[in-house]
Nanobody
Framework: QVQLVESGGGLVQPGGSLRLSCAAS????????MSWYRQAPGKERELVAA????????NYADSVKGRFTISRDDAKNMVYLEMNSLKTEDTAVYYC?????????????WGQGTQVTVSS
């Protein structure tokens, strides 16, 4: 049974930092690209950051470039999102996602999300 469990969210003041973690289980972690998405109230879910299965390439939304860093630890089946210089507009539920293309099928798994609130 595939599980992605996010943690590390919370309330932080503008300019502060948080580190989100996503613990993966039930599948071969190293074969999957991992990403973080977020969804703010009344808005669509958007990609925040992604990292390849090999961990050799990353991609970020323009709004978080230079502030957020995605990383993975295949030995621990974990993916992280380091968030610095947080802004009020970063407030959202953050979701961990795993995906892998296999014979034309996109195998896709989502976590339940963790709330991040940036407010003074």
């Amino acid at each position: 049974q595939v599980q992605l469990v996010e943690s590390g969210g919370g309330l932080v003041q503008p300019g502060g930092s948080l580190r989100l973690s996503c613990a993966a289980s039930g599948y071969t972690f190293r074969r999957y690209a991992m990403s973080w998405y977020r969804q703010a109230p009344g808005k669509e879910r958007e990609l925040v950051a992604a990292i390849t299965s090999a961990g050799d390439s990353t991609n970020y939304a323009d709004s978080v470039k230079g502030r957020f860093t995605i990383s993975r630890d295949d030995a621990k089946n974990m993916v992280y999102l380091e968030m610095n210089s947080l802004k009020t507009e970063d407030t959202a539920v953050y979701y961990c996602r795993a995906n892998r293309w296999n014979w034309g099928t996109n195998l896709l798994y989502w976590g339940q999300g963790t709330q991040v609130t940036v407010s003074s």
